[in-house]
């Protein structure tokens, strides 16, 4: 059993410390064929959660574009904005390894534009890895980060900054030909050095496949339990949302954190307009004889000092 399970066993805030998890880990757990646990955070919070429920890792994707900063897609957020939230999660995420998305136009142009954009985040950010969204086209730039010493977590098959060439959120690999593109992408990164793949949106049996051909873990989202290891976005997965939003078929919602807030905060309106909150006990005291005092004090003052 791993450090995370036992943790996840323990739970609560004061469970004892794991090991840090590593790269080493990673590729540990993956040769063990144990699978890989991945989640989004996207502040203090979100990641102090994950942290200390035994997730071996956080990531902070660019969805936080939506979840966080209430853009309409990924394709908005930027650099600065990445690196922000990335410090945010740094703080709190003592033992997971902590994955940073490379956002849309911080990395296509060139390799060097890819280092320069990777170097700031590990160095500003705090992360352990980036994450950059492409397959063979992006090999250059894959090559060029991994001999500048930064480890890469590749993302292929569907991929949110591509959505609009892509012809929108669509499932990739569907046909003989499409899933034969995305093995060579995953191929092609994998020789590149990217210590790892994530597969978005692919047939479970492609992502299986796929995940039996290659000599990296590949961390499925949407594509079944035949991938070494699993990431979902943390607001879909725990239910912090209004209803109605629209959930990908591929998440399962295993919370309603949502439903809790809105009763504690409705809870807390209505005893503050009854005037039942704070209670005493919610209150510091005084000792009665200094209240006197200070209560004497306040009506030997003018009147004119309280605008009389």
């Known amino acids: 059993m791993s450090a995370a399970m036992k943790l996840g066993e323990i739970g609560g805030l004061n469970a004892p410390a794991r090991k840090k998890v590593t790269l080493q880990t990673l590729r540990t757990l993956y040769q063990k064929g144990e699978p890989i646990t991945m989640i989004t955070a996207h502040d203090f919070p979100s990641a102090h959660v994950a942290d200390q429920t035994g997730i071996d890792t956080v990531l902070v994707g660019d969805s936080l574009a939506m979840v966080a900063l209430g853009m309409e897609d990924t394709s908005e957020v930027v ?54 969204e492409g397959g063979a086209a992006y090999t250059p730039h894959i090559r060029a980060l991994t001999t500048a010493g930064v480890p890469v977590l590749s993302h292929i098959g569907l991929t949110p900054q591509r959505q609009h ?72 997965m725990s239910g912090n949302f209004p209803p109605g939003r629209y959930l990908p078929k591929f998440v399962k919602r295993f919370g309603d954190v949502w439903r809790e807030a809105e009763r504690a905060v409705s809870a807390y309106r209505d005893e503050v307009k009854r005037g039942v909150f704070p209670a005493v006990e919610h209150t510091y005291p005084m000792p009665e004889k200094e209240f006197r005092e200070f209560e004497r004090m306040v009506e030997e003052r003018p009147a004119s000092e309280f605008g009389m």
């Open 79 to 132: 650099l600065e904005d990445m690196i922000l939230h990335c410090r945010s999660v740094a703080r709190a995420t003592k033992s997971a390894f902590i994955i940073g998305d490379l956002p849309m136009g911080s990395y296509e142009i060139s390799p060097t534009q890819a280092v320069t954009s990777a170097l700031t985040m590990l160095k500003q950010g705090r992360v352990h890895s980036i994450k950059l």
């Open 165 to 236: 060439s892509l012809g929108g959120f669509r499932v990739q690999g569907k046909t003989a030909a499409g899933a034969l593109t995305v093995l060579d992408d995953a191929l092609a990164v994998q020789a590149a050095g990217a210590w790892g793949v994530v597969l978005e949106a692919v047939p479970a049996e492609v992502a299986a496949l796929i995940t039996k051909r290659l000599r990296i873990p590949t961390i499925g989202i949407g594509a079944g339990a035949g991938c070494s290891g699993q990431v979902l976005v943390q607001v879909d």
